[in-house]
């Protein structure tokens, strides 16, 4: 089992930037993808961008060249900043995991974080 925990979310204006964090603990010894989704009220879950365990990193077109996922020292802990935010962001950040041990793949998700930007 792997436990997913996102810290970091607040209110700020448009303009402004926030950083989030995806810790993931338990059995992290097959941690394979992290990826970042968020949700506003009334649309549907969205991807934002993902680290791979090969390091790719790749983020959806609408947050390219203002968002930026890096990795800890640790490799169980994920940073998204964002920078330049708009209201059209807002929404609940969340952290998926997949863990893959040769022959099984798993995927956890952690409850999520608020965002919300103001214009």
């Known amino acids: 089992q792997v436990q997913v925990v996102e810290s970091g979310g607040g209110s700020v204006q448009a303009g402004g930037s926030l950083r989030l964090s995806c810790r993931a603990s338990g059995n992290i010894n097959s941690l394979d993808r992290m990826a970042w989704f968020r949700q506003s009220p009334g649309s549907t879950r969205e991807w934002v961008g993902e680290i791979r365990s090969s390091s790719t990193i790749l983020y959806a077109d609408s947050v390219k060249g203002r968002f930026t996922i890096s990795r800890g020292d640790a490799r169980n802990t994920v940073f998204l900043q964002m920078t330049n935010l708009k209201p059209e962001d807002t929404g609940i950040y969340s952290c998926?995991?997949?863990?893959?041990?040769?022959?099984?793949?798993?995927?956890?998700w952690g409850v999520g974080t608020q965002v919300t930007v103001s214009s």
């Open positions: 998926n995991v997949d863990t893959f041990n040769g022959w099984q793949k798993q995927n956890y």
